[in-house]
């Protein structure tokens, strides 16, 4: 499966913004899908996840309340709203899928496909 993300820019902090990840192929909906960022100087670190139906997502402890991932299956795309903003949050955003295992896995190396990223930057 092949990963595009969209929907990175510019913005203030308590703003919102929704990241986009279209999807190739007839099995999107097969594949667990999640989001992980990853700051200059910094590790990959885990966003969200999302199951093959959408009916289950889990979150990292830094945008818990604030991000909401969710899935079309019949766009083959996935979304990550973004909400209250910070600067904190500033990073290239990566969508991921994998096609075995659920949906609870915060480690990059569970993931086979990866997107090109998509640049987000929060300022103060």
């Known amino acids: 499966v092949q990963l595009v993300e969209s929907g990175g820019g510019l913005l203030q902090a308590g703003g919102s913004l929704r990241l986009s990840c279209a999807a190739s192929g007839r099995t999107f909906s097969s594949y667990i899908v999640s989001w992980f960022r990853q700051a200059p100087g910094t590790d990959r670190e885990f966003v969200a996840a999302?199951?093959?139906?959408?009916?289950?997502?889990y979150y990292g402890d830094s945008v818990k309340g604030r991000f909401t991932i969710s899935r079309d299956n019949t766009k083959n795309t996935v979304y990550l709203q973004m909400n209250s903003l910070k600067p904190e949050d500033t990073a290239v955003y990566y969508c991921s899928a994998k096609s075995a295992g659920n949906y609870y896995a915060n480690n990059p190396r569970l993931y086979s496909y990866w997107g090109q990223g998509t640049q987000v930057t929060v300022s103060s």
């Open positions: 999302i199951s093959r139906s959408g009916d289950a997502s």
